[in-house]
Antibody
Framework: EVQLVQSGAEVKKPGESLKISCKAS????????IGWVRQMPGKGLEWMGI????????RYSPSFQGQVTISADKSISTAYLQWGSLKASDTAMYYC?????????????WGQGTLVTVSS | DIQMTQSPSTLSASVGDRVTITCRAS??????LAWYQQKPGEAPKLLIY???SLESGVPSRFSGSGSGTEFTLTISSLQPDDFATYYC??????????FGGGTKVEIK
């Protein structure tokens, strides 16, 4: 059974750093893209970026380029999303999701989401 | 980048109604389009991919169509479990994924 299990909710202060995780199981981690999607409170879905764990090929939405870093550790089948300096506007739910196959980036399995709250 | 515009943003309908949601792209592309359903407090769920392919386990009352710049999601007979928000997503290239703004389907 394919599963993506994300790390727990975080409460941080502006300026702090953060790394959240997405642990995959039930499939070959290195053969599918993993994407990250932001959902701000009461708003729609925003694609942030994707990574192909097989070769660490990483692509970012222009809106998020330079604002976050996406990485993966294939030895433990885990993808990461990290911030160097959080802002209040980073407060959102963050989802990881697996691509439907190695060539098509629709997302067939999703993590449960990680709620990030940034407040002073 | 390709922009995706969904309409309507809100739709009021009754159980048994036929419902159609439209997604228009700012430029034409091959049918790399998906539809998702999201309920409050839950992660999105894939319904349709490649514009018209039904994801395994999704009821057949959901269907997708379209190509180029206009795509539609149709629910043939709305069920109580279908009241949710629906999003389209284009994936025309690994660096150029975008979601539509969403359509909330409410009870009339």
């Amino acid at each position: 059974e394919v599963q993506l299990v994300q790390s727990g909710a975080e409460v941080k202060k502006p300026g702090e750093s953060l790394k959240i995780s997405c642990k995959a199981s039930g499939y070959s981690f290195t053969s599918y893209w993993i994407g990250w999607v932001r959902q701000m409170p009461g708003k729609g879905l925003e694609w942030m970026g994707i990574i192909y764990p097989g070769d660490s090929d990483t692509r970012y939405s222009p809106s998020f380029q330079g604002q976050v870093t996406i990485s993966a550790d294939k030895s433990i089948s885990t993808a990461y999303l990290q911030w160097g300096s959080l802002k209040a506007s980073d407060t959102a739910m963050y989802y990881c999701a697996r691509s439907g196959d190695s060539t098509s980036c629709y997302f067939d399995y999703w993590g449960q989401g990680t709620l990030v709250t940034v407040s002073s | 980048d390709i922009q995706m515009t969904q309409s309507p943003s809100t739709l009021s309908a009754s159980v048994g109604d036929r419902v159609t949601i439209t997604c228009r792209a700012s430029q034409s592309f091959i049918s790399w389009l998906a539809w998702y359903q999201q309920k409050p407090g839950e992660a999105p769920k894939l319904l349709i991919y490649d514009a018209s392919s039904l994801e395994s386990g999704v009821p057949s009352r959901f269907s997708g169509s379209g190509s180029g710049t206009e795509f539609t999601l149709t629910i043939s007979s709305l069920q109580p479990d279908d009241f949710a928000t629906y999003y389209c997503q284009q994936y025309n290239g690994y660096s150029k994924l975008t979601f539509g703004g969403g359509t909330k389907v409410e009870i009339k």
